[in-house]
Each structure stands twice: as C-alpha cells, then as structure tokens.
C-alpha cells in the first residue's frame, strides 16, 4: 500500500485529518506510529474543530519538520530548509484547494452547531475533507 492510501485508510478508520497524514509519515523518521497519533490528535478539525489551519496540512507541516527540522544542534540551516519546505507545501495545498483554512476550504465553521449541521447534511467529510488528506500526502510524496 503507498502512504497515499495508507493516509487515506487511517482517515476512513475514523483518525483526524492531522492524524492521518502525520501517523502514516512519522515512522518513517524514528517516531512510532502510537507517539505520532497522540501527538496529532489535537490538530484536526482546523486545530481541536475550530476550524483554522487545516489538519492535514499542519501534520504535513509536522512531518516536514521531522524530516528537515532543527534539533538540539540548532541547526539554523535546517530551521531555514523546514521554513522554505513549509512555505512550499503551503503553496502548493492552496493551489489546489483554494486556501488552508479549515472553514475555508469547507465554507462553513465546524465550530458551530450550524457549520457542523451544514458539514453534516453536505457530506464534507467525504467531498473536501477526504481530499484534502490525499492531496497532502501527494504533495508530501513529491517533496520528501
């Protein structure tokens, strides 16, 4: 199975957004699967359902970190790649889906009982946010 569809099962297996993207890549840079589940859990929904930056794009954020980030050495060229890394995925994720803001891309706010009656009723989940979670791990598989 490649990480696109890994990161698209976990979705259907009822895992985040964040927790998708970011349990699928994490092993792959020392962080075992459970670690990188709890760690994630928080970022989905636009962070904990409030419906700003989009889970899948914030773990990607986290997963590019892990690749490209700065340590304990400091490394201000590692800290500098992760920024242009970021930036780039940024980009590309609004490029193909119009922003990276959760109520954004879903045109309601799941923070509310009427966004979340309207995300519901519209089947979100299936049409945007099962989307998002593949084009993440697309233009993952692209940069790493």
């Not at 993207?21 to 409030?50: C, E, N, R, V, W």
């Amino acid at each position: 199975m490649s990480r696109i569809e890994e990161a698209l099962s976990r979705f259907n297996e009822d895992y985040n957004c964040a927790q998708s993207i970011f349990s699928t890549y994490a092993p792959h840079y020392g962080l075992d699967q459970d670690q990188a589940l709890k760690i994630s859990t928080g970022f989905g929904g636009g962070m904990a359902g409030s419906g700003r930056t989009c889970g899948a794009v914030t773990g990607a954020y986290m997963v590019i970190g892990l690749k490209y980030g700065m340590g304990v050495s400091k490394d201000a060229e590692a800290k500098e790649k992760t920024f242009q890394k970021v930036s780039e995925f940024s980009d590309k994720f609004q490029k193909n889906n119009g922003s990276v803001i959760c109520k954004e891309i879903l045109g309601c706010n799941i923070n509310t009982p009427e966004g979340m009656e309207y995300f519901n009723q519209n089947d979100l989940l299936e049409k945007k946010c099962l989307n998002c979670v593949k084009n993440a791990a697309e233009i993952l598989e692209e940069m790493l």
